[in-house]
Each structure stands twice: as C-alpha cells, then as structure tokens.
C-alpha cells in the first residue's frame, strides 16, 4: 500500500520561506512523475509543481515561477518544495501527489495523480 506523507508546513510571515517535504512509502521517487498541489477551501485543486526522472523535467504553475524549486532526493526517497518570498496567496493545504499509472507524461493536472498524502497547511500572513 502505497503511502505518502508530507511535513514541513506551517506560519510564516509574507516574503518567509517554507521546505516541504514528502516521504513515500512503498513507493520510489526515482524515475517517476510526482508532484506538489495545493488547495483553498472552496476552491479546486491547483497544480504547483512536477517533476519528472529526478529532475530531468519540472514544471511550475506560472504564480509560483521563481519562488518555489521542487526537487527529490532518492537516496532518501523523499520529494521536496522549496517556497521562498511567500506571499498570504501562497496560503493552502499543500498535498503530495504520485503518478500510480504511467501514461507516458507528466502534467500538471490532478486527474494523473493517484497517490495522494494527506497534506500539510501553509499559512502566510501579511
């Protein structure tokens, strides 16, 4: 059964900065399509971050381009995203998320994702 679970939210202060992490279990980071996505209440789902074969590909939703840097490390097989000049628009539950069927791409769009954690809450204050 595959698990994932993330840490590191919590409260910061606008232009903070915040590392989440993500360690699986019965899953290898390594090679695979996984990603970050965040949520407000009443609102969808929105993809933040992929990354595809270790780094080889990732992608950013366009809000977060040049503040948040995801990246793994397999020798830990852990996922991680790196959040700096947070803004209170950055507040969110914040999911984990892998690709449990490969399809050949990696987007970011939640319906490719079947593995979920049970996120992690960041909140910004201004």
């Known amino acids: 059964q595959v698990q994932l679970v993330e840490s590191g939210g919590g409260s910061v202060q606008a232009g903070g900065s915040l590392r989440l992490s993500c360690v699986p279990s019965?899953?290898?980071?390594?090679?695979?399509?996984m990603g970050w996505f965040r949520q407000v209440p009443g609102k969808e789902r929105e993809g933040v971050a992929i990354?595809?074969?270790?780094?080889?590909?990732?992608s950013y939703t366009g809000s977060v381009k040049g503040r948040f840097t995801i990246s793994q490390d397999n020798a830990k097989n852990t996922l991680y995203l790196q959040m700096n000049s947070l803004s209170p628009e950055d507040t969110a539950m914040y999911y984990c998320?892998?690709?449990?069927?490969?399809?050949?791409?990696?987007?970011?769009?939640?319906?490719?994702?079947?593995?979920w954690g049970q996120g992690t809450t960041v909140t910004v204050s201004s």
């Open positions: 998320a892998a690709v449990s069927v490969w399809r050949g791409y990696c987007r970011l769009r939640s319906a490719d994702f079947g593995y």
């Open positions: 019965g899953y290898t980071t390594r090679g695979k399509c």
């Open positions: 990354i595809y074969n270790s780094g080889v590909f990732t």
